[in-house]
């Protein structure tokens, strides 16, 4: 079980940092992309407030974590306590990817017709 719950961290975290390839995310916007100040100051400013969004999802998830690992070796054994916090582990999960196809359209919204396709081809929400 405790296998499976990282297994499970370990695959959203590379789901919401999927974006680190081997050019820095910022010089790809620069340099690929080639996004005026404007465009720049915009993308950093969603991306802070998404960071922000991830940070408390996976915080959520770790403290859910550590209180499924207290809850399985309590005894006697409740089904319900751990179907109630994987229950809450999954929609923090939800909301990690919900947030990441937000977080990407909400970038799209500032990009020409040339940015989008460069950055499609780059990322993926």
Do not use: W
């Not at 999927?18 to 400013?45: V, Y």
């Not at 809850?71 to 916090?85: H, L, N, R, W």
């Not at 994987?86 to 937000?102: F, H, Q, V, W």
């Amino acid at each position: 079980m405790y296998n499976l719950i990282c297994c499970v961290v370990l695959a959203i975290s590379c789901m919401t940092f999927s974006h680190d390839k081997d050019m820095s995310r910022a010089e790809f916007f620069k340099e690929e992309l080639r996004l005026n100040e404007k465009q720049l100051i915009t993308i950093n400013g969603i991306d802070n407030r998404y960071r922000i969004k991830y940070q408390k999802l996976n915080s959520e998830i770790q403290f859910r974590n550590t209180e499924l690992k207290e809850v399985i070796y309590e005894t006697p054994f409740s089904e319900q306590k751990v179907k109630g916090i994987l229950s809450k582990i999954s929609e923090a999960e939800s909301l990690i990817k919900l947030n990441n196809i937000k977080h990407h359209f909400e970038i799209e919204d500032h990009l020409d017709s040339y940015q989008r396709m460069k950055f499609n081809e780059r990322f993926s929400p």
